[in-house]
Structures are given as C-alpha cells and as structure tokens.
T-cell receptor
Framework: NAGVMQNPRHLVRRRGQEARLRCSPMKGHSHVYWYRQLPEEGLKFMVYLQKENIIDESGMPKERFSAEFPKEGPSILRIQQVVRGDSAAYFC????????????FGPGTRLTVT | AQKVTQAQTEISVVEKEDVTLDCVYETRDTTYYLFWYKQPPSGELVFLIRRNSFDEQNEISGRYSWNFQKSTSSFNFTITASQVVDSAVYFCALIMNRDDKIIFGKGTRLHILP
C-alpha cells in the first residue's frame, strides 16, 4: 500500500513564477491536509480539503495561494507570483475519515525561490 | 488558544547517553491527542507515537519512552542509550478531538556525538 506521494520533491522557481505542488493521498483516503514548514520552524497548518471541497483554509495566506482536491487526480497547492518568503518545505498529509486524527504525511516538497 | 512549547531548541549529547526532550502543551479541551515526530536530515516526517488524553500510561518502545502527565500538561520523550542515527529534529504536536489541524511545536534539534 503506497504511502502519501508528493511531487516534485524539489522545486526551484524564480520570483514571480507559479509553483504547483501535487499530493496523492494514500489509497482509500479522501481527506488531505497541507502544512508549511519555514526554515528552522515547526509545521503550520494551511488547508484541509475533501474531494471537491475546501473544509478549512484558516491557515492559507489570503493572496496568491490556492488549493484544490478534484474528484479525480491529486490535490494541488498552487502559489502564484512566488516571492523569496515562500521558500519552505510543504508537506501533505492524508486521512481516511475526519475525527480519526491519524494523518499520514508525505515526504514533502522543498520549494526554493531564487 | 492551543499551543505546543518545546523549550529546548538544540541539544547535544555524547553517544550512549540518555536524553529527554521536553514538551508542554496548552489546551482547554478535555479530549485531544498528542504526537511525537522525528525529522531526520533527509527531511521526511517519521511518526513515532500518538497518545490520547485519557491514556496517561507511560509507553516504552525499544530505546524510546514517553511520559505523559496531564497535571503538568507535559508529554516528554526520552531516548535511552542514544545513537548517532537518533540525530534529527523532533517535533511534539497536538490535535483537539473537535478539530482537524495538527499544532506543532517548533522542534528540538538533537545532535548525538560519536
């Protein structure tokens, strides 16, 4: 049973470009969470999605960031017009049901903005 | 507000010594879950333990042990006979039963010196 998959593992973007981070949850999981880890910091919650629905986006920056989890395909975190401060590790987690509190983390995508 | 505090930013010990990583949490909820994760230099998050608020039994898994004390809101982690491979950043984390976002501490960077 494959774990949570994220790609790319490393992404380099110039300031002003768009970054697209993908997350495929574990088989049978329909809940996806995105977390951001800034350098030398702990992870911070960004957004929680179920298929075709954003459930909680209280941790998402108000501008330039968006997330989706379509009926088919991976969840995507999109960052438009990236700035140096967006450089971070972005982790995706998935769970089977809400309330289980067992979130399985992917390996992360390391975004570097030059 | 909910919060996780890991007061030790960085610890260095010599191999084979025991080391305890401290974690103090804040929540007014009565039902919650506590976690420890390991982040080795490769960057992925490795799940170590989950403990619910009603289970105050200490747990031992090989060289790892956890001490959960509700009276002091602490969930400390001890590594016995440390090894170089234990070098990593360790995160303590909290999730409320009514919520879906994990709240992470800032982490403790552990160096095990040969």
């Amino acid at each position: 049973n494959a774990g949570v998959m994220q790609n790319p593992r490393h992404l380099v973007r110039r300031r002003g470009q768009e970054a697209r981070l993908r997350c495929s949850p574990m088989k049978g999981h329909s809940h996806v969470y995105w977390y951001r880890q800034l350098p030398e910091e702990g992870l911070k919650f960004m957004v929680y999605l179920q298929k075709e629905n954003i459930i909680d986006e209280s941790g998402m920056p108000k501008e330039r960031f968006s997330a989706e989890f379509p009926k088919e395909g991976p969840s995507i975190l999109r960052i438009q017009q990236v700035v140096r401060g967006d450089s971070a590790a972005y982790f995706c987690a998935s769970s089977r049901e809400t309330g289980e509190h067992e979130q399985y983390f992917g390996p992360g995508t390391r975004l570097t903005v030059t | 507000a909910q919060k996780v505090t890991q007061a030790q930013t960085e610890i260095s010990v010599v191999e084979k010594e025991d080391v305890t990583l401290d974690c103090v949490y804040e929540t007014r909820d009565t039902t919650y879950y506590l976690f420890w994760y390991k982040q080795p230099p490769s960057g992925e998050l490795v799940f170590l333990i989950r403990r619910n608020s009603f289970d105050e039994q200490n747990e031992i898994s090989g060289r790892y042990s956890w001490n959960f004390q509700k009276s002091t809101s602490s969930f400390n982690f001890t590594i016995t006979a440390s090894q170089v491979v234990d070098s990593a950043v360790y995160f303590c984390a909290l999730i409320m039963n009514r919520d879906d976002k994990i709240i992470f501490g800032k982490g403790t960077r552990l160096h095990i010196l040969p």
